[in-house]
Nanobody, 115 residues
Framework: QVRLVESGGGLVQAGGSLRLSCAAS????????MGWYRQAPGKQRELVAT???????KYAGSVKGRFTITRDSAKNTVYLQMNSLKPEDTAVFYC?????????WGQGTQVTVSS
């Protein structure tokens, strides 16, 4: 059983910052990839940023230079620091983990950026 719990979403003005957290619990050894996706109203879910087992990070072009993904292995937690937020960043953000070939998702946290 794997559980991913996100926190840190909310309402922020354009130009502001938020930090999302994703705490993983359960059978999470051999986690291959962990990261964040988002889904805006009427749009498909898209990759935001991921962290591989080897430490490689990957970012969507639209967030490069503004968002930073980090992890605390001791706490089994992945963070997404979001700076210079834009109204187009408004979406439900989901934590995702690929563990031994299986994909797991959190329940999502709403991020709303007002103009």
């Amino acid at each position: 059983q794997v559980r991913l719990v996100e926190s840190g979403g909310g309402l922020v003005q354009a130009g502001g910052s938020l930090r999302l957290s994703c705490a993983a619990s359960g059978s999470i050894f051999n986690t291959e990839i962990m990261g964040w996706y988002r889904q805006a109203p009427g749009k498909q879910r898209e990759l935001v940023a991921t962290f591989t087992l080897g430490g490689t990070t990957k970012y969507a072009g639209s967030v490069k230079g503004r968002f930073t993904i980090t992890r605390d292995s001791a706490k089994n937690t992945v963070y997404l620091q979001m700076n210079s937020l834009k109204p187009e960043d408004t979406a439900v953000f989901y934590c995702q983990a690929t563990i031994r070939g299986y994909s797991y998702w959190g329940q999502g946290t709403q991020v709303t950026v007002s103009s």
